[in-house]
C-alpha cells in the first residue's frame, strides 16, 4: 500500500511538473537535468533530448554572464535559490527576467533539484515605470526648494550624482544605491517648512536662528516616514548631519553608529557645498576642499569613506560640476 501511495504521488508530481506553466527542471547532484517541462521546453526552444544530461551553463540561456556567475555563487554558499532573478534570452531572441528559486529532494538515494522558474518581466516593467513615476515627483519637491533658495541651485543635482559614485566605490549594491539616491535627492526637504526669515538669511543665522534651521533634518524625516516607498531612503534625510566625533546633529550619533548612507552622503554634501559662492562667503578652491576634507577625517567625516572619495578625485573621476 505504501509503495502504490508513493507511486501515485510520483504520477500526481510529474503531471503537475509537465503541465505547469512555470518553467521547471529536475537536476541531479551534478548539476545535469534529469527532467525539464514543457514550458521550459517551449521557452528555449528545445527537444527533450537536447535537455536531457546538460547543465544550465551548457545550454547558455542565462543571458548575462554576471548573472551566471551570482548564480554559481549563491549555490556554491547555500546551496538553494530563492527568487533569484535572473536574464534569459528565450526562442524568439527576447530577454525576460525570469524569479528562479529551488529546493532538494532524494530519488532513489540520490540528491536531485527541483528548480522553478517564474517570468517577471511584465512585472519588474511595471515595478519600473511606477519607480520613474515616484523619481520624478521627488525631484520635482527638490527642485521646489531650490526655487525657493537660489542659492543652492544645482546642489541636489550635482551632490545626488556624486554620492551615486561614491556608493559605488564602496561596493554597495545596486538596490541601496537607489534608496541612496533618493535619499540625497531629498535630503534638504525639510528645509521646506523652515521660515524664509531663517533660510534666505543673508549672514550667519543667530543662535535662535540656527535652533530652528537645526530642525530641519527632522522635519525632513516626519514629511517622508509615512511613505513606505521611501523607508530604505531616510537615514540620509535624518543624519546627515551627523558628525563621525558625534559632534553632530540632531542625534550626536559617533562613529558606525552613523548609518552608512549619511557617512558616504557627508562627505559629498560638503565637498559641493564650501565650493559654491554664497552671498556670506566665497567658493573655496579645489584644494582648499581637498585640504578640508583631509583634516576632517576622524572628526568630521568617515576616515576610509574620506581616502576612497580622495582617491576617486585623484583619479580625476569626482568634479565639483
Not at 6 to 13: D, H
Not at 88 to 108: A, H, P, Q, T, W
Amino acid at each position: 500500500d505504501a509503495e502504490d501511495a508513493l507511486t501515485l504521488s510520483e504520477e500526481k508530481f510529474y503531471k503537475a511538473f509537465n503541465t505547469s506553466p512555470v518553467l521547471m527542471t529536475i537536476e541531479d547532484d551534478k548539476g545535469a537535468f534529469v527532467d525539464v517541462n514543457q514550458a521550459f521546453l517551449d521557452a528555449f526552444g528545445l527537444a527533450h533530448k537536447e535537455a536531457i544530461g546538460r547543465r544550465a551553463s551548457d545550454l547558455n540561456f542565462i543571458y548575462s554572464p554576471d548573472d551566471l556567475h551570482r548564480l554559481g555563487k549563491i549555490y556554491r554558499e547555500q546551496g538553494y535559490l530563492k527568487n533569484f532573478e535572473a536574464r534569459v534570452r528565450k526562442k524568439n531572441g527576447e530577454v525576460s527576467i525570469v524569479s528562479l528559486s529551488s529546493d532538494d529532494f532524494y530519488m532513489n538515494g540520490i540528491k536531485h533539484t527541483v528548480t522553478s522558474g517564474l517570468d517577471i518581466t511584465e512585472r519588474k516593467e511595471t515595478e519600473k515605470i511606477l519607480a520613474d513615476a515616484y523619481d520624478t515627483t521627488l525631484e520635482g519637491w527638490a527642485k521646489a526648494l531650490e526655487l525657493r533658495d537660489k542659492e543652492t541651485e544645482g546642489h541636489t543635482r550635482r551632490v545626488t550624482a556624486l554620492t551615486v559614485k561614491l556608493a559605488r566605490a564602496c561596493g554597495i549594491s545596486a538596490t541601496e544605491i537607489n534608496d541612496i539616491r533618493r535619499g540625497a535627492i531629498l535630503h534638504d526637504i525639510g528645509k521646506l517648512a523652515i521660515s524664509d526669515s531663517v533660510l534666505l538669511s543673508p549672514g550667519k543665522l543667530t543662535d535662535d536662528e540656527w535652533q530652528v534651521m537645526s530642525q530641519h533634518p527632522w522635519i525632513g524625516y516626519k514629511l517622508l516616514a509615512p511613505i513606505n516607498f521611501l523607508k530604505n531612503s531616510l537615514d540620509i534625510v535624518l543624519y546627515h548631519h551627523e558628525r563621525w566625533d558625534g559632534s553632530g546633529y540632531p542625534k550626536a550619533l559617533q562613529g558606525e553608529e552613523i548609518p552608512l548612507s549619511a557617512r558616504i552622503f557627508a562627505i559629498v554634501d560638503v565637498w559641493d557645498a564650501i565650493q559654491s559662492e554664497r552671498p556670506y562667503k566665497r567658493a573655496w578652491s579645489r584644494k582648499e576642499a581637498i585640504a578640508l576634507l583631509k583634516e576632517g577625517a576622524g572628526t568630521h567625516f568617515d576616515p576610509n569613506i574620506v581616502k576612497i572619495f580622495l582617491d576617486l578625485v585623484d583619479k580625476g573621476e569626482i568634479t565639483r560640476v
